[in-house]
């Protein structure tokens, strides 16, 4: 028997009293009769009050236990994605002037609580009318599932898509506010800054090398909290960032290659001004590019760098004294060793000055130069330029070299000119300044860095003068040799093709190259190197010999070159033509 109809029973008992009373009343047995009355009326208030505190008793249990359920609730959605962490600041990422990389930007995410959806088919069908790409198999399953508490169902919506899932009115959904990372440029810097999870943790690039400094530790216990935090400024500067870029992806598009990748370095610092690799993918929607856009190839593939290591070959030698520039070398026949056969593409069949083993870009000549240096001289040396070891730089993304386990006189000549060691794009150009700018080998940033704290870092490999004839040369292949592609008028640019056979299944391909190219400018006061690749071209700038570096490589560097030197500061200097440092030898 319910409160409610005991209560009714006692009100009818009452009743029924003054009834028999009024029937057989009489001066005595009214008078007994009103003594019980009283006495039953008595009773059923006691028992009426206790009622009462029985009810509100209940009340008060109900209610604690609605208070329990719900801290229960919230704790649970609370050990998934804590508000706090939800809502946690990354810092903006600026280029070098100031210009917003990456920054972070509110939204909300949507979630449901699956023990408080009364109809799971009919909330996955209307949310499906707002958004047409839900898995409607997994939203239902999650949604099926009475005893949980909490599920996200889609991570960081756009406010129409909020309004209208709002105005659909199904009960146990609801909105959480978060933070998401965005990328002004998309893909301008995509290997540079990388891109974050959606949890906004660093994935790639500089926006894992800022959590591996401490924000993903703080933000693990829960230190990290939504006020703006002091933004990174990098070395990029994005007006160059964008034309290497574009530089980059039209290489791609117009010689229908591979890949290609650039970079520009300031010689006297080590700052990387500008990077690009292409294929690339936009750090905004990270998982479109993820098949071929998600490596970077200037720092996380490595290549056989082809004829620009001639230019290592002769610094090496010129730096021990044993070579010359004033000496000549046979190269009027082909070398056979090992059972290999080393000859010249463009053969001159006859003996050749140092300088005009550069402008030739002859094979023999190198071999017959890396045979005075030696093997151990010579490992010593690409040692020092930082080519045989892992480069130390901010991005995760680096790969190590590759080369042959025993260096035997036939890995000696064919590394001298580029063919038996693989190194990346990026190091191969912090080696090519060093060529330039004195001799001294400085470790390449993505970090502002002064020439002051630069000259404290830097490691002096080759010497002053050795610098200096390492810059004529490339001034005089770039005036007079294959770098004659990447000569802009008004910049003395120096430089250095490489065309290097690719190997598949364990042999060079005579139809697959990887061009490389090295330039510096001005040639006669260097101040930034530029490093180009193409991968795998299918056609290229006939009048530079197509498909080779001269005709794919080169154009890339002349671009950017020729866009960005007057951003840069650099006056343009029209003459005669030629360089000062030509008349000086």
């Keep these: 028997m319910s409160f409610l109809?005991?209560?009714?029973?006692?009100?009818?008992?009452?009743?029924?009293?003054?009834g028999v009373y009024n029937r057989f009343g009489g001066p005595s047995a009214g008078v007994a009769i009103e003594g019980t009355r009283k006495k039953k009326s008595g009773q059923a208030k006691s028992r009426v009050g206790l009622l009462i505190l029985g009810f509100m008793g209940v009340y008060v249990v109900i209610g604690g236990r609605l208070v329990e359920y719900a801290m229960k609730d919230q704790e649970v959605v609370s050990s998934i994605l804590p508000p706090d962490r939800l809502m946690a600041s990354r810092p903006d990422i600026l280029d070098r002037n100031g210009e917003v990389l990456a920054t972070d930007i509110r939204t909300v995410s949507l979630f449901a609580e699956p023990n408080k959806i009364v109809d799971a088919d009919e909330a996955v069908e209307k949310l499906a009318t707002v958004l047409p790409e839900l898995d409607v198999r997994d939203t239902y399953k999650k949604l099926s599932v009475k005893s949980s508490h909490f599920a996200w169902l889609r991570r960081q919506l756009t406010p129409k898509q909020q309004s209208q899932i709002l105005a659909l009115g199904i009960p146990g959904i609801g909105f959480r506010p978060e933070k998401r990372r965005f990328y002004p440029g998309g893909s301008t810097a995509a290997h540079i800054l990388g891109y974050v999870n959606i949890d906004n943790r660093g994935v790639a690039g500089m926006e894992k090398y800022i959590d591996d400094q401490g924000l993903a530790d703080l933000a693990s216990v829960g230190m990290t909290s939504d006020q703006p935090l002091e933004p990174v400024r990098l070395s990029i500067d994005l007006r160059v960032q964008n034309i290497v870029r574009d530089a980059v992806?039209?290489?791609?598009?117009?010689?229908?290659?591979?890949?290609?990748?650039?970079a520009v370095i300031d010689v006297h610092t080590g700052e990387v001004l500008a990077m690009a690799s292409a294929p690339d993918f936009d750090p905004n929607e990270p998982q479109q590019g993820a098949k071929d856009g998600w490596l970077n190839r200037m720092t996380n593939g490595t290549f056989e760098m082809g004829s620009t290591f001639k230019t290592f070959s002769l610094a090496m030698a010129l730096d021990t004294g044993k070579v010359k520039m004033t000496d000549s070398f046979d190269a009027s026949k082909s070398i056979y060793i090992g059972g290999f056969t080393i000859h010249d593409f463009h053969g001159q069949r006859r003996w050749l000055t140092v300088p005009e083993i550069f402008q030739y870009s002859s094979n023999i000549g190198t071999a017959r130069v890396i045979d005075i240096v030696g093997i151990d001289a010579q490992k010593d040396y690409l040692t020092k330029f930082g080519l045989l070891t892992k480069m130390?730089?901010?991005l995760p993304e680096v790969k190590m070299p590759s080369q042959p386990r025993v260096w035997k006189k036939i890995n000696s000549i064919t590394i001298s000119f580029g063919h038996g060691v693989s190194t990346t794009a990026l190091q191969t150009g912090v080696a090519a300044a060093a060529l330039v700018n004195g001799g001294k080998l400085i470790e390449p940033t993505f970090l502002p860095r002064t020439r002051e704290q630069a000259d404290e870092i830097a490691t002096q490999v080759i010497k002053k003068t050795t610098s200096d004839e390492i810059r004529y040369?490339?001034?005089?292949?770039?005036?007079?040799?294959?770098?004659?592609?990447?000569?802009?008028?008004?910049?003395?640019?120096?430089?250095?093709t490489g065309t290097a056979d690719k190997v598949v299944n364990g042999r060079y391909s005579a139809t697959l190259n990887f061009n490389s190219f090295i330039a510096a400018?001005?040639?006669n006061d260097p101040k930034y190197a530029v490093i180009t690749f193409c991968d795998e071209p299918k056609t290229g700038e006939k009048q530079y010999g197509g498909t080779i570096s001269a005709g794919t490589a080169g154009p890339i560097a002349r671009e950017i070159i020729r866009r960005a030197a007057p951003i840069l500061g650099i006056e343009p200097k029209?003459?005669?033509?030629?360089?000062?440092?030509?008349v000086s030898y």
């Design 249 to 262: 992806v039209n290489a791609v598009n117009n010689f229908q290659s591979k890949g290609a990748g650039a």
């Design 574 to 582: 029209f003459g005669e033509g030629g360089s000062a440092l030509l």
């Design 473 to 496: 040369l490339l001034d005089f292949n770039g005036y007079k040799g294959s770098g004659r592609v990447a000569r802009v008028p008004g910049f003395a640019v120096g430089s250095k």
């Design 521 to 523: 400018f001005p040639i």
């Design 392 to 394: 130390q730089t901010e």
């Design 5 to 18: 109809s005991r209560i009714m029973v006692l009100k009818s008992q009452a009743h029924f009293s003054a």
